[in-house]
């Protein structure tokens, strides 16, 4: 269900539940859904200064009149919800206390004075806007000093910065893949995450494309495809590898297609030449493809058929603003503009590993963890509150609140508009943006780098800072260059491990910020990430397990015990487990946690019955 039948209801039988006590709206911006890399154009509309409800934008560069049902139902709830955090607070004594933004501004900036780089860092989302991203590392690199600054938009990008900088130098174009006559879908089930490009994929199809997919799993796609390729997970660069050798007139790579896709060879030849006769192929990369498969193979086939004319690729991530968190250099190894850098500082793996300990650490938007981390004072910049104790909160502005402009997958630098100016107060908070936030803490630092009045100053500064950035927002796609000097790590050893199962760990959950809307939008709750883990029923009948029923996976000297849920898309023998990279309002997951820590992905694993 995506909302559209409410969207365009002529007599008003079906409307938004959470606003439909709302009457007319007063008047309705065109924005940008902040929720997703795709960067949907909205309409939003709004009542007495508050958003209301949303609906799709006409657009034709991206979702001409469709929404996911993320973007269309989440945003008024997300941002009104009776759990959002919107006082400074501070840890006094036992008790976490409400203070003015004076008093929670002098304490942190006192903690933050002085300190090494190695003795402090800086967690940033790869959801904030243009402006605060730029603003944050401008905050740590001019007023603190060092390179102290990360980002889990770094799980987002596997394979690592250098290999995403290449991706972005691809063409990428979403409303390409509607105008493609061949498609190479490898590993997207649009179920769940992209239905925007579902919907492209299926208005390519409508007029006569050709799809072929690649996936160890039954998706949505398999329904509409007309050549399928089922590879054991992890092998789907191999066999994309061995597709573009075929497209350019290898055939000996037909024995790769038929011994690792399940597909014969004269099948095969034939679905190749089909592919081929396409003028404009598209080829879509699911977000968690560069997870688990082998990275080698996945960048020679990509950058092969990248050769190839008029080709569109969509190299799909979590995270709304991602790519803006690489051009704008929120991590430590990379400054604005692509730029390598190398100066002393901690890192998310320093932190993750126990490998160095900060003092203070400062989450924006953050919560990657399920437990309080290991410092001695803990910040948090967020719309909610961290799953965890923290001695110090600063309450950030929603993306209905703050305003500012978002970069898209393929580029395009797109405003977010503000639509609720709340006035400070005891019952309406005192959020502020980001960068307003990171601006009046440098003040207190006697830093003048930072001394902006809006959002549209820092646009100017990152314009003049990154090559090709624009100075206002801008819809053009950009192409980022291709000779990054950043190392790409590639991969592609055999999975670890002995047992008799192949565990997959995939990131999942609708994350926006440092918390899964899952929790705080009643709606997507269902839809949540489940508890436990997905097997194929015959393996559970097999193992004499009861669907819900619980197992125990081995790995590695770790020992978990999980819900499981019979998923008859799953191939046999391996266990698919979601991994959220936010924590915010999923304490449960806390059993499944050290499977998000394996030293390989996939890794094989023991299983046996609880
Ligand atoms: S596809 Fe992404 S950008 Fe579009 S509505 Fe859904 S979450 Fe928002």
Not at 30 to 41: E, K, L, R, W, Y
Not at 62 to 80: K, W, Y
Not at 565 to 590: M, T
């Amino acid at each position: 269900f995506c909302g559209a039948c409410v969207s365009v209801c002529p007599t008003g039988a079906l409307a938004d539940k959470s606003s439909k006590w709302d009457g007319k709206p007063d008047g309705m911006e065109v924005s940008t859904c902040p929720f997703c890399s795709i960067g949907c154009q909205i309409e939003l509309h709004h009542k007495d200064g508050k958003l209301s409800k949303v609906y799709p934008s006409h657009d034709a560069e991206i979702n001409d009149g469709q929404l996911c049902v993320r973007g269309r139902f989440s945003m008024p709830e997300a941002t009104h919800h009776h759990e959002r955090a919107k006082k400074p607070m501070l840890k006094r004594g036992k008790y976490f206390r409400e203070v003015t933004w004076s008093e929670a501004q002098e304490e942190v900036a006192g903690k933050l004075k002085g300190l090494k780089p190695e003795e402090f860092l800086m967690l940033v989302s790869g959801d904030l806007t243009n402006e605060s991203l730029f603003s944050a590392q401008k905050f740590v690199r001019s007023c603190l000093s060092g390179n102290s600054i990360d980002s889990t938009a770094r799980l987002a990008l596997p394979g690592g910065l250098g290999l995403w900088t290449k991706l972005f130098s691809l063409p990428i174009s979403i409303k390409g893949i509607a105008e493609s006559d061949a498609i190479i879908a490898v590993g997207l089930d649009s179920r769940f995450y992209f239905s925007v490009v579902g919907v492209q994929i299926r208005r390519a199809l409508k007029h006569g494309a050709k799809l072929l997919t690649i996936d160890a799993r039954d998706s949505n796609l398999g329904r509409y495809t007309d050549h399928r390729l089922q590879p054991m997970p992890g092998q789907e660069g191999i066999l994309l590898n061995a597709v573009a050798g075929c497209l350019s007139g290898k055939k000996t790579h037909l024995k790769t297609i038929a011994k690792h896709g399940g597909m014969d060879e004269d099948a095969a030849k034939k679905a190749i030449d089909r592919i081929n006769a396409g003028a404009n192929l598209s080829v879509i990369i699911g977000p968690t493809v560069f997870e688990y498969s082998d990275t080698v193979e996945l960048l020679d086939a990509i950058f092969a058929l990248a050769k190839r004319k008029n080709t569109n690729f969509m190299p799909l991530y979590h995270g709304s603003n991602v790519r803006g968190a690489v051009e704008l250099g929120a991590f430590g190894e990379l400054l604005p503009g692509g730029v390598p850098s190398k100066g002393p500082g901690i890192s998310l793996a320093d932190l993750m590993t126990g490998k160095k300990r900060p003092k203070v650490l400062y989450l924006v938007g953050q919560a990657p963890f399920l437990e309080r981390p290991d410092c001695e004072y803990l910040i948090s910049q967020d719309i909610y509150y961290p799953p965890f104790p923290i001695d110090a909160f600063l309450p950030a502005a929603s993306f209905a609140e703050a305003g500012g402009s978002l970069t898209n997958i393929e580029g395009r630098v797109q405003e977010l508009v503000k639509i609720e100016t709340p006035p400070e107060g005891a019952v309406t908070g005192y959020v502020r943006p980001d960068w307003q936030i990171f601006s009046d803490l440098s003040k207190k630092l006697d830093c003048g780098a930072l001394g902006y009045r809006n959002a549209g100053d820092i646009l100017k500064e990152i314009h003049e800072a990154v090559p090709g950035f624009p100075a206002k927002p801008d819809r053009e796609p950009r192409r980022l260059k291709a000779e990054s000097k950043l190392t790409v790590e590639k991969r592609n050893d055999p999975p670890a491990g002995k047992g008799e199962f192949l565990l997959i760990v995939e990131p999942a959950g609708f994350q926006h910020r440092g918390t899964d809307l899952s929790s705080v939008v009643e709606g997507l709750g269902e839809l949540a990430l489940e508890q436990g883990v997905r097997l194929n029923p015959d393996d559970l009948a097999q193992l004499g397990v009861e669907p819900g029923g619980r197992i125990t996976i081995t790995v590695d000297g770790v020992e978990v015990t999980a819900s499981t849920k019979a998923d008859g898309d799953c191939p046999a023998k391996v266990i698919y487990c979601s991994r959220p990279s936010n924590f915010g309002g999923l304490k449960e997951c806390k059993n499944l946690e050290p499977l998000y820590h394996l030293k390989s992905n996939p890794i094989h694993v023991d299983v046996k019955v609880t």
